[in-house]
C-alpha cells in the first residue's frame, strides 16, 4: 500500500483532502449568501450552518469530513501559535501596565453594554432623535 503524507495511505490522504475542499467550498459558499443576501451573519459563519445542514440532511456524509475534521482538530494548537508569540513579546509590557489595559478593557465592555441597550430600548419604543430629549413623556 502506497504510503504518502506522514505515512498515512494515499486512500486517507484523498480523504483528507476531499474534506477541507468541502470545508472551503462551504466556506466560500457562506461568504457568497452573506455577501448576496446581506445577511448580519459572518459569511463563514454562514458555511459552518450549511455544512451542519448538509451533515443532517444527509448531502454530505460525515465519513467524507471526519479525516479532515480530525486533522485540524489534531493541530489546533499551532492554529494559536501566532497568538502565543504576540503575547509572549508584549509580555513586559502587560506586567508593566496589565492592570491599566485590564480597566480599560473593563470599562469599555460596561460601556459598550450599556450605549448598546439603550439604544435598543430607544429603538424598541420607536421613537426618533427628538425624542430622546423628551425622555419618556
Same mark, same amino acid.
Given at each position: 500500500?502506497?504510503t504518502c503524507f506522514g505515512g498515512r495511505s494515499l486512500k486517507k490522504t484523498v480523504q483528507v483532502f *476531499?474534506?477541507?475542499?468541502?470545508?472551503?467550498?462551504?466556506?466560500? %459558499?457562506?461568504?457568497?449568501?452573506?455577501?448576496?443576501?446581506?445577511?448580519?451573519?459572518?459569511?463563514?459563519?454562514? +458555511? %459552518?450552518?450549511? %455544512?451542519?445542514?448538509?451533515?443532517? =440532511? +444527509?448531502?454530505?456524509?460525515? *465519513?467524507?469530513? *471526519?479525516?479532515?475534521?480530525?486533522?485540524?482538530?489534531?493541530?489546533?494548537?499551532?492554529?494559536?501559535?501566532?497568538?502565543?508569540?504576540? =503575547?509572549?513579546?508584549?509580555?513586559?509590557?502587560?506586567?508593566? *501596565?496589565?492592570?491599566?489595559?485590564?480597566?480599560?478593557? %473593563?470599562?469599555?465592555?460596561?460601556?459598550?453594554?450599556?450605549?448598546?441597550?439603550?439604544?435598543?430600548?430607544?429603538?424598541?419604543?420607536?421613537?426618533?432623535?427628538?425624542?430622546?430629549?423628551?425622555?419618556?413623556?
Open positions: 500500500m502506497e *476531499e474534506g477541507l475542499a468541502i470545508f472551503l467550498f462551504m466556506q466560500a %459558499l457562506g461568504e457568497f449568501i452573506t455577501r448576496a443576501t446581506h445577511l448580519i451573519l459572518p459569511g463563514n459563519l454562514t +458555511g %459552518l450552518l450549511l %455544512l451542519f445542514l448538509s451533515l443532517v =440532511l +444527509g448531502i454530505v456524509k460525515l *465519513e467524507q469530513v *471526519e479525516d479532515a475534521a480530525n486533522l485540524l482538530l489534531d493541530n489546533m494548537m499551532s492554529f494559536f501559535i501566532p497568538l502565543n508569540v504576540g =503575547l509572549i513579546t508584549i509580555l513586559p509590557l502587560l506586567k508593566k *501596565e496589565g492592570m491599566q489595559v485590564l480597566i480599560t478593557l %473593563l470599562a469599555t465592555t460596561v460601556l459598550v453594554m450599556v450605549v448598546t441597550a439603550k439604544v435598543i430600548e430607544f429603538m424598541d419604543k420607536g421613537g426618533t432623535a427628538g425624542d430622546a430629549d423628551k425622555g419618556n413623556a
